[in-house]
């Protein structure tokens, strides 16, 4: 299927690795020109690398913090104009909201519903203009089915999906802007064992052995692939999608178990 989006342009967040290196892959492919961002220059410059040897769009690197008005003014300045806008960052980590002081919920709220709001604030009327536009939040199946260890990732994740159900159905839908979001459930990244590890370590029990039964607990038996996540993100952008808005996607292998 052709998704329409050849010599479009993109900026991708936090796509060093992960799930947002699984979107911008999947726009590469598709002849989307990407700009990747994120905080670690040696591992962009990597991904970068692999991205050009897809021999898709054009690739550029701006490695920054995205949550900074400094991070984000050197991205979209690296962008020709942003027809895609791919909303990602690491999750706040998990803990008691005990502990939790004004600075922790602040940092958390700035990288997982501020960041994306200012984002969307520079480039959704750009796209209304030209009368196409797709902004893709990835955000965390948590905000179908809050975790309770993951309290700031609640909070923040599940604010900025109240906001764009609200700009998802603005006059920017009429001129060919969507706003969605993709919820991922548990996927093969180095987040997921690292934060599963700690967690297993912490409790006294074998890494591997609990992420074997985390596996086991997901109705499809496995964790998905950042190439998976890939794809779902670049039919959202797609022509194909064009009457999809504000709406959020979970992909999570079947293990929300409600029937909504």
């Not at 020709?80 to 602040?106: C, K, M, S, T």
């Not at 990732?153 to 060919?176: C, E, P, Y």
């Not at 985390?214 to 009457?243: D, L, N, W």
């Given at each position: ?136 939040n990835i955000t965390s199946g948590s905000v ?117």
């Open positions: 299927m052709d998704l329409g989006l050849n010599g479009k342009w993109a900026l991708v967040c936090a796509a060093s690795k992960g799930l947002g290196k699984g979107c911008a892959a999947a726009l590469v492919r598709e002849g989307v020109n990407v700009v990747i961002t994120a905080r670690g220059a040696e591992a962009l410059e990597a991904t970068a690398a692999e991205l050009r040897a897809l021999k898709g769009g054009e690739v550029r690197t701006v490695a920054g913090d995205i949550t900074t008005a400094e991070g984000r003014a050197a991205a979209l300045a690296a962008c020709p104009q942003v027809d895609i806008l791919i909303n990602n960052a690491g999750g706040p980590p998990p803990g008691d909201f005990r502990e939790w002081d004004r600075d922790v919920w602040f940092k958390a709220l700035d990288a997982n519903m501020l960041t994306p709001i200012e984002l969307m604030k520079a480039t959704v009327d750009a796209m209304a203009a030209r009368g196409f536009g797709r902004v893709v179908k089915a809050p975790i309770g260890v993951l309290g700031l990732s609640n909070g923040a994740r599940s604010g900025l999906t109240g906001f764009v159900a609200g700009l998802a159905r603005s006059s920017i839908t009429a001129r060919g802007v969507t706003i969605n979001g993709l919820l991922p459930g548990a996927f093969a990244t180095d987040r997921l064992r690292t934060t599963m590890r700690a967690g297993a370590a912490k409790a006294g029990q074998d890494p591997d052995a609990a992420l074997k039964a985390r596996e086991q607990a997901i109705p499809a038996r496995r964790f998905g692939t950042a190439e998976e996540f890939g794809a779902v993100c670049a039919f959202i952008c797609s022509v194909h999608a064009a009457y999809m808005t504000g709406q959020n996607v979970l992909l999570d292998g079947g293990a929300y178990p409600g029937t909504f």
